[in-house]
T-cell receptor, first 115, second 117 residues
Framework: AQKVTQAQTEISVVEKEDVTLDCVYE???????LFWYKQPPSGELVFLIR??????QNEISGRYSWNFQKSTSSFNFTITASQVVDSAVYFC????????????FGKGTKLTVNP | EAGVVQSPRYKIIEKKQPVAFWCNPI?????LYWYRQNLGQGPELLIR????????DSQLPKDRFSAERLKGVDSTLKIQPAELGDSAVYLC???????????????FGPGTRLTVL
């Protein structure tokens, strides 16, 4: 069975601090996709990134970066120089390849960035 | 391009009453999903449609929940009768047709927040 664990329930930082959101996953599949979504107070899930299990290269997009380590089954997300607008709930998710495309989500981490 | 549209955004009902949620996916997206998100949790899939066919409804509580996507476009999710534990946000998502062994991003709507009193 697939499972995603986000151990951090809530994180609070001050603006301009760097913050890392942890994600650990479990799957028996050899190929899979990993995702991060952002859910602002408005409620809509906003796609941030998709990573194929074959691609362990870290990725950077502006202030966002992702560290995928297959050896530890982790897919961590770092926000550099956080801003108040980054305040939201962030979800890590997992999906098998070529199957139902069902997304299995973690419980989310609520990030609050204070001015 | 318009996103996934859901209505209503909020619904408050008393237990044992029926309720229905509506979803209009992004134009051209043949796959439609309904997820339920309980407070403090991540979304969980209820049902997935490929066009008008429900291809995965294994997690839909069929005693009280039903869904339809008659023309392969809009979809309706119904609960009858509602229970206190059904209070949650119901999210609809859609994605375009996926090529074999690839993945197409799911685009989510804003959700319907249901409160059962």
């Amino acid at each position: 069975a697939q499972k995603v664990t986000q151990a951090q329930t809530e994180i609070s930082v001050v603006e301009k601090e760097d913050v890392t959101l942890d994600c650990v996953y479990e799957t028996r599949d050899t190929t899979y996709y990993l995702f991060w979504y952002k859910q602002p107070p408005s409620g809509e899930l906003v796609f941030l990134i998709r990573r194929n299990s074959f691609d362990e290269q870290n990725e950077i997009s502006g202030r966002y970066s992702w560290n995928f380590q297959k050896s530890t089954s982790s897919f961590n997300f770092t926000i550099t120089a956080s801003q108040v607008v980054d305040s939201a709930v962030y979800f890590c998710a997992l999906s098998e390849v070529g199957g139902s495309e069902k997304l299995v989500f973690g419980k989310g981490t609520k990030l609050t960035v204070n001015p | 391009e318009a996103g996934v549209v859901q209505s209503p955004r909020y619904k408050i009902i008393e237990k044992k009453q029926p309720v229905a949620f509506w979803c209009n996916p992004i134009s051209g997206h043949n796959t439609l999903y309904w997820y339920r998100q309980n407070l403090g949790q991540g979304p969980e899939l209820l049902i997935r449609y490929e066009n008008e066919e429900a291809v995965d409804d294994s997690q839909l509580p069929k005693d009280r929940f039903s869904a339809e996507r008659l023309k392969g476009v809009d979809s309706t999710l119904k609960i009858q009768p509602a229970e206190l534990g059904d209070s949650a946000v119901y999210l609809c998502a859609s994605s375009p047709r996926a090529a074999q062994n690839s993945y197409n991003e799911q685009f989510f709507g804003p959700g319907t927040r249901l409160t059962v009193l």
